[in-house]
Nanobody, 120 residues
């Protein structure tokens, strides 16, 4: 059983930055970030392989977002720079076992979600 506790959401103006954190209990193989905007389906954002640190990004965030992990703290981060209004969504972290893990069905555990709002 893995528990995920997410933090770090908030409101920011376009062009600003935010960092999300996701603390995990239990053994981790792959973790990912997803987001869901109102009226839209949940979409993949980024993922990281715990062993080795390989990362994978959605095209929409490549070059602006960076996913990383701290093994000692069993915590994953999402550094979001150059934020756009289109990035406004509820962000979720998830834990799974397949990489790059772009599909929701590849994850077994999910966080409660945190709101990110980017104003123009």
């Amino acid at each position: 059983q893995v528990q995920l506790v997410e933090s770090g959401g908030g409101s920011v103006q376009a062009g600003g930055s935010l960092r999300l954190s996701c603390a995990a209990s239990g053994r981790i193989f792959v973790m990912g970030w997803f987001r869901q905007a109102p009226g839209k389906e949940r979409e993949f954002v980024a993922s990281i392989k715990w062993s080795g640190g390989s990362t994978y990004y959605a095209d929409s965030v490549k070059g602006r977002f960076t996913v990383s992990r701290d093994n000692a703290k069993n915590t994953m981060y999402l550094q979001m720079n150059s934020l756009k209004p289109d990035d406004t969504a509820t962000y979720y972290c998830a834990a799974g076992s397949s990489f790059p893990g772009t599909l929701q069905r590849g994850y077994d555990y999910w966080s409660q979600g945190t709101q990110v709002t980017v104003s123009s």
